[in-house]
């Protein structure tokens, strides 16, 4: 019996009492140096998709349920480890004591821990459901700026209809103003996710979904498509530049603004760009009215290509145009067979388009 009370059994095997001590002092020695080693890798603030900085209402309506479950979550842990701390003092084993009386069953604590549950989750969906309606409404506010999202593989379509423009990849928002995002999917399940300016919403074909929110920070905020959508799915990146309200109105006078005429390079460029199959997939308003791909009409303004994935630059264009596969796999756009100077014109073509 002395031996026994001496000895643990690990693994089938009988090993000296001390040693299993030894061996638990040890994990929890090593679990108190990586535990907080990986808690603080988590820590970091300013990231570009962080979903704590807030910069819109409906950011921050998502923040305030998080500190409710947050707090929600402190007390019930402190709460059980409490307890558990206690019965673990309270009822722990000493030598020569008597086995404890069984308890087989107690109504009054099974009601309890059934019902207390039950009241987290409520007091966690009363706010989260109150977010979710009115962030999701419809009908838009007086003055508000409403905007078609058309999620494709692997890039996206904002259309303008009250001001008649339409981009691609990147979205452009006054700050203090509402805006209404129409959220429909021509192809394949798509989830627009800006992390800063509020939650993910599905883009689902066949359904359309709406997001209301008020952006109040300018800025530039990098969004991802959170829908698994195929091959590209992780090269399905968007930008939204959030402008001062009269930086915005500068921004639609451009975007209004009749194109320039091309010269020198870029002219030679628009007359390849015309005579490829381009024009069977882009719009350039007044050149060519493909749908199949992005509008181009205001390219060279952009300050991204393929989704966010390069730099807007004469040589990063020149090798998408010439090898589109090479940069996003399982692109809709195929490689053309451009020569290096083909591509090039219409490189300087597209770039002159501001």
């Known amino acids: 019996m002395?031996?026994?009370?001496?000895a643990g059994i690990v693994g089938g095997v009988v090993k000296p009492r001390t040693s299993v001590?030894?061996?638990?002092?040890?994990g929890l020695a090593v679990a108190g140096g990586v535990l907080p080693a990986l808690a603080a890798g988590g820590c970091a603030w300013d990231v570009p998709q962080s979903t704590v900085i807030a910069r819109s209402d409906f950011a921050r309506a998502i923040l305030d349920v998080y500190a409710i479950i947050t707090w929600a979550t402190i007390g019930i842990a402190a709460v059980v480890f409490a307890a558990l701390g206690w019965v673990l003092l309270r009822y722990r084993g000493r030598p020569g004591a008597p086995m404890p009386a069984q308890v087989r069953g107690h109504t009054l604590l099974e009601i309890s821990w059934t019902i207390a549950p039950a009241l987290v989750l409520l007091v966690i969906a009363v706010p989260t459901i109150q977010v979710v309606f009115r962030t999701q409404q419809a009908t838009a506010e007086r003055g508000a700026l409403e905007v078609v999202v058309r999620g494709w593989q692997w890039w996206w379509e904002f259309r303008y209809p009250a001001l008649d423009i339409v981009t691609a990849n990147e979205l452009h928002l006054p700050a203090g103003r509402p805006v209404l995002l129409r959220l429909e999917g021509p192809d394949v399940i798509h989830s627009f996710w800006?992390?800063?300016?509020?939650?993910?919403?599905d883009v689902v074909p066949g359904r359309i979904n709406?997001?209301?929110?008020?952006?109040?920070?300018?800025?530039?905020?990098?969004?991802?498509?959170?829908?698994f959508c195929g091959t590209s799915h992780a090269n399905m990146g968007m930008r939204v530049i959030v402008h001062a309200p009269d930086a915005f109105d500068r921004w639609v006078a451009a975007q209004q603004a009749p194109l320039p005429e091309p010269q020198g390079e870029a002219a030679e460029g628009r007359?390849?760009?015309a005579s490829q199959a381009c024009v069977g997939c882009h719009t350039i308003r007044g050149?060519?009215?493909g749908v199949l791909g992005p509008d181009l009409t205001r390219f060279g303004a952009r300050k991204t290509i393929a989704a966010g994935m390069l730099p807007s630059t004469p040589e990063n264009l020149t090798a998408w145009l010439m090898d589109p596969q090479a940069i996003k796999p399982a692109a809709k756009m195929p490689a053309l067979g451009l020569t290096e100077a083909q591509a090039r014109a219409i490189s300087a073509y597209l770039l002159s388009l501001r």
């Open 2 to 6: 002395r031996a026994s009370r001496r």
């Open 21 to 26: 001590r030894r061996q638990l002092r040890r």
């Open 194 to 201: 800006v992390p800063r300016l509020g939650g993910k919403r």
């Open 210 to 227: 709406h997001i209301s929110l008020t952006a109040d920070t300018p800025g530039e905020y990098p969004g991802q498509c959170a829908e």
């Open 271 to 273: 007359t390849i760009y």
């Open 287 to 289: 050149v060519s009215a």
